[in-house]
């Protein structure tokens, strides 16, 4: 999880002026499609590997989607090559990562399998902070290879450009071939009841004769829905907070783009950090408060935090008039909404007009969002966030029990990618249009609800062997 969550986010930031200098025909739209290729890749592929990882060895499907991804880096440094529309080499290649990505399913049904009930919790937090850890690397990493440059070096003979677009992607390629030499010599099939008995492995071929048999009950199918629920709430709430963090500092602190992405890049590093660490304190608190505790403990600090967010006052944000290209987020495609995170350190800023665009109206009206209100609500969401992340789908795993868990892992993890394109288009539109008051007050109601129904099926978020009498909770 480490090596792969360093193989995507090492890339994230350079994607939009690498799309810029290889096809003068791209535009912010397409930029939409490429950064959402990737959770559209991940979203399809997720059910498959799940399936598959259900009746074979899982290091088939491990090792297959980790190839394809290195394959994907590899096209993703050629796609200057073509004459013409690199754009879609460009849209290919993030899509196939993220098909790669659908492995997730995979790591986290082997962990739920491997792992009895006393051992998931803690198991499921360490995956996480791992992955939160290659998230937080990554972009230091991209930031190391900036140095390289725009020109760096070619190689001829294979017409191959080391730059500081490509060379985090070469990296990431090398990482994915580490991960399969570290799948093919030290991964091992294991699978276990929820008591930590050996269990019968269809996913290997040799069995023992003293593995217990796994138990047929049914699980409880409401108890999945809702799960699935709460976790595309979960992701949804997070994606659309990262997306409008920019934006919102932007117009707020009349920051320029360059200020933005230092000082917002600074912030959300924190928020990384800050979750390693609640990743790691969750481990001893589910001992004592347990799962769906800390779960809906998470959901009440995460309203907090957008309610805190909501702007009161009589004091105004700095109003743009100038009549230019607003650097907020338009109203118009998806792929604007992120752009700012992705223009160029090398653009003439001198003359960059900076506050709350005059084009949206209610920058007259609303008061701001003082800096102190944004970092205690970012302080607030970054602990609310990881705990609800890991406690949804450490219980998800434990209801679905001991039975091969791949392709409900696979709708999960679909669910999360669905989240992350649906968030950033609905608090583009509603931000654009009615403000924060009105975006920031309409997730709360979101947080609500969610809270609403965890509430009504709160009772039945139990493990399987709990819920048929074989284990006291």
Known sequence: ????????SI???????YLQKIDQTADASFLGWVIASYSLGQMVASPIFGLWSNYRPRKEPLIVSIFISVAANCLYAYVHVPASHNKYYMLAARGLVGFGAGNVAVIRSYIAGATSLQERTSSMANTSACQALGFILGPVFQTC???????????DVIKLQINMYT?????GAFLGILNIILILTILREHRVDDSGRQCKNINFEEASTDEVQVPQENIDQVAVVATN?????????FALFETIVTPLTMDMYAWTREQAVLYDGIILAALGVE??????????????????ALLLGGLIIIWVGFFVLLPWGNQFPKIQWEDLHNNSIPNTTFGEIIITLWKSPREDHSEEPTGCPVEQAWCLYTPMIHLAQFLISAVLIGIGYPS??????????????????????GWLTASGSAA????????SQVYTAWGPRWAFSLVCGMVVLTVTLLGVVYRRLIAFSVRHGRIQE
């Open 11 to 17: 890339v994230i930031m350079s994607i939009w002026p």
């Open 145 to 155: 290879f900036a140095l390289i440059g725009e020109k760096g070096v070619t190689w």
């Open 420 to 427: 992350r394109i649906l968030g950033p288009v609905f608090i």
């Open 229 to 237: 629920i709460l976790f595309f709430v979960i992701l949804f709430i």
């Open 275 to 292: 979750a390693v660490i609640i990743f790691m304190g969750i481990k001893l608190l589910s001992k004592k408060i347990g799962e769906r």
């Open 167 to 171: 060379a985090p992607v070469l990296l």
């Open 1 to 8: 999880m480490f090596l792969s969550s360093v193989g995507f």
């Open 388 to 409: 609800c992340n890991v406690m949804s789908y450490t219980l998800y795993s434990k209801i679905l029990g001991p039975n091969p868990q791949g392709v409900y892992m």
